[in-house]
């Protein structure tokens, strides 16, 4: 694509294999840029099939790469290469390499040091981010203070000097602060500074109106720029400045910090936005700046094509070293994955996700970016082979027929209407633990489920690991389990049925709780099954409740029955799903559909992550799999009239069953494929 498209497309056509080229160098690095050839550079670029790469005007450092004439006292003081940028982005674009633009918002160095009295202050007094003594560039500088001003003037050169493609604001983020004009701030707007939630909220509007106006001035003076402010997650919390993104970039390293469950969890949140999306990782071993270090290529493979199966372009981070040559290496690992990536670019790209299933996230009442309930249950429906979406209660609901509770989401009047109208529309509902009570012990959320859980006795909730109780698993729930107690290691809570409230399955008590004067061996003590202990599972017509947090517990401990419990209601509530397979579960299915091709995309993914590492996961072998059968149940809502693989598109035999189902065997998966299904009607 040259960079005349790009320019005319704008955000409607993303670019596919993106490099994000950090170059964040200190002031006390001799010869910056001093080994820079543009046309090497362009050129090592292009034979990776690099087709965008974000270059810098500006670091965390605070220094800048081009001569000011605004701010020329931020020049890098050992800028050999006057015009660095500039002559970057003269190469790249004669090469139809797209290039837009990074600067940083909230850490800056220079500023930092120069304009103490501009970072964000935390209750204490202290700084938001950084210690006094800790090395780096880290405390947060508020973006309600003159450094606004700056931050609007330095972005007006930018706009004027390089008529950029995109801009890549980074770190804008919601941090609470309490600096003497941040006080006044939230007095003007009627918020309690003493008041945790408060004090978010006005963060919240701190950050909400710089992104709006800042996109107001760049597309005022070009209104074909992209811009993206990276917060390094994309959350719930975005929706109310959302206009002000022309795209979204999911930032998310799983060997920096993120993990492997990191980026399918925010994808699955981020499809339902309305936005073109980036997935974005590392070459690095592990994370920003680990100069001279490589991912394994298989690693670096799964990254990108999990990006694919979830429709978003890739993205890799890099690092440019100061002398300003590209790392050989690094560009020919890069390349062999972008090879792969461009050959099926085309089937990706206008595509949309599948599903009957949505898990409302937690992330709106949860003080982490990441919370366990939710990192356990994207991975757990994963392993299961389900295809579903994450959601918020500001996402229309209506075309899914099951929403997932789990584990964490408070009855407020938002959440109990969210679910009444879902219900109403004839929708099902599997909640945990407390995702069905008010803090006053009444089961009143999901709405359907306040005649058939009925109220808590006592209210009580242990978590600890040595309160423990039992299932045993029975009927269509104890599918595939042995009828047998099985430990929970996690207990939930204590709940009787209402007048329509099914008990499915109870609680065995274990003999009694562990204490310094009742204990039994080394954990919980043992099932005592002479007594019948409360409900475990209720049941509805349209839901099913487990008083057990076992989103949690899977994220914890990972208990095959505990997943296998969740499948089996899940289709015990909606059925099977749209696809299965008979290979194991670590092997990632996800389905997308393709409206201009008719075609339905089967995303095969098993690359294992392993604990190789102290705190680090890595992928190195790829172990093929043989004589896999995918299985589609079309429901009768279409017909496979054929199936072959990408890009190639190998032909693989295509069998029809009963009751709609439609198998085909791929003899052979090498870590990835995707299964291109031609049909007839849509799934």
């Given at each position: ?46 034979r990776a099939q690099v087709d965008s ?263 890799v981070g890099d690092q440019l070293v ?203 003590s043992p099932p005592d099954r002479s ?153």
């Amino acid at each position: 694509m040259t960079d005349e498209t790009h320019r005319k497309t704008g955000q409607s056509d993303i670019s596919f294999r993106q490099v994000h080229l950090d170059f964040h160098t200190s002031g006390h690095i001799r010869g910056v840029g001093s080994a820079f050839d543009p046309q090497e550079f362009a050129e090592r670029l292009a034979r990776a099939q690099v087709d965008s790469i974000t270059c810098f005007a500006r670091c965390h450092h605070g220094y800048l790469y081009y001569q000011s004439e605004k701010h020329p006292h931020l020049v890098h003081p050992f800028l050999e290469r006057p015009n660095l940028l500039d002559e970057q982005i003269l190469a790249l674009r004669e090469r139809g390499i797209r290039v837009p633009l990074y600067t940083t918002v909230q850490w800056d160095g220079w500023m930092m040091r120069e304009h103490p009295e501009w970072c964000c202050q935390d209750p204490r007094g202290g700084w938001h981010g950084q210690a006094p003594l800790e090395p780096g560039f880290y405390a947060t500088l508020c973006v309600n203070s003159p450094y606004r001003d700056f931050l609007f003037d330095h972005t007006r050169e930018l706009l004027e000097r390089f008529d950029p493609q995109g801009l890549f604001f980074d770190i804008v983020r919601d941090v609470p602060c309490v600096c003497p004009r941040c006080l006044a701030g939230m007095e003007e707007e009627g918020l309690d500074p003493w008041n945790e939630e408060e004090r978010a909220r006005f963060a919240r509007l701190v950050a909400d109106r710089f992104r709006r106006d800042m996109s107001s001035l760049v597309r005022k003076e070009n209104p074909d720029c992209t811009l993206f402010y990276n917060a390094s997650h994309v959350a719930p919390r975005l929706r109310s400045s959302l206009e002000s993104f022309s795209h979204l970039e999911i930032e998310s390293l799983p060997s920096g910090g993120w993990g492997y469950t990191h980026f399918p969890y925010v994808a699955r949140y981020a499809q339902g936005l309305g936005k073109e999306m980036i997935g974005m990782t590392g070459r690095f071993h592990t994370y920003w700046g680990d100069f001279h270090s490589y991912k394994n290529e298989a690693a670096l493979e799964f990254e990108c094509f999990q990006m694919l199966a979830h429709g978003a372009g890739c993205s890799v981070g890099d690092q440019l070293v100061p002398s300003g040559e590209l790392d050989e290496r690094a560009y020919e690992l890069i390349g062999e994955v972008f090879g792969k990536v461009r050959a099926v670019e085309p089937w990706v790209r206008g595509s949309r996700p599948l599903g009957r299933i949505a898990l409302v996230t937690t992330e709106e009442w949860s003080q982490s970016e990441q919370p366990g309930e939710m990192i356990g249950a994207v991975r757990l429906l994963q392993e299961c082979g389900f295809q579903f979406s994450v959601i918020d209660l500001a996402s229309d609901p209506s075309h899914y027929e099951l929403l997932i509770f789990p584990d964490r989401v408070p009855v407020t009047p938002g959440t109990t209407a969210f679910v009444e109208s879902f219900l109403q529309g004839g929708g099902r509902v599997l909640a945990t633990f407390d995702a069905t009570f008010s803090a006053a012990g009444v089961v009143a959320a999901p709405q359907a489920l306040r005649d058939g859980a009925g109220c808590d006795p006592h209210g009580r909730a242990y978590e600890r690991n040595d309160f423990a109780d039992y299932l045993v698993p029975r009927g269509p729930l104890g599918r595939d389990l042995p009828e047998t107690p099985h430990v929970m290691y996690l207990r939930g809570r204590e709940v009787i049925p209402g007048p329509e409230g099914r008990v499915e399955l109870a609680i065995t008590p274990s003999c009694f709780d562990r204490s310094p004067r009742r204990y039994c061996s080394h954990q919980q003590s043992p099932p005592d099954r002479s007594r019948q202990g409360l409900p475990g599972v209720i049941s509805t017509d349209r839901s099913l409740y487990f008083c057990h947090p076992l989103f949690t517990t899977y994220f914890e401990r990972s208990p095959r029955w505990v997943k296998l419990l969740v499948r089996n209601a899940v289709e015990e509530l909606i059925g099977p799903d749209l696809c299965s397979h008979d290979g194991p579960s670590g092997l990632i299915v996800t389905a997308r559909y393709h409206p201009e091709k008719a075609c339905l995309l089967i995303h095969l993914l098993y690359y294992v992550p392993e604990r190789r590492g102290r705190s680090l996961d890595v992928i190195e072998d790829v172990v093929p799999l043989h004589d896999l059968t995918i299985t589609l149940r079309t429901r009768g809502k279409f017909e496979v009239t054929r199936a072959g693989i990408l890009p190639d598109g190998e032909e693989l035999p295509v069998q029809a069953g009963g009751e709609g189902q439609v198998r085909i065997r791929l003899p052979r998966l090498q870590g990835w494929a995707i299964l291109a299904c031609s049909c007839q009607g849509v799934p």
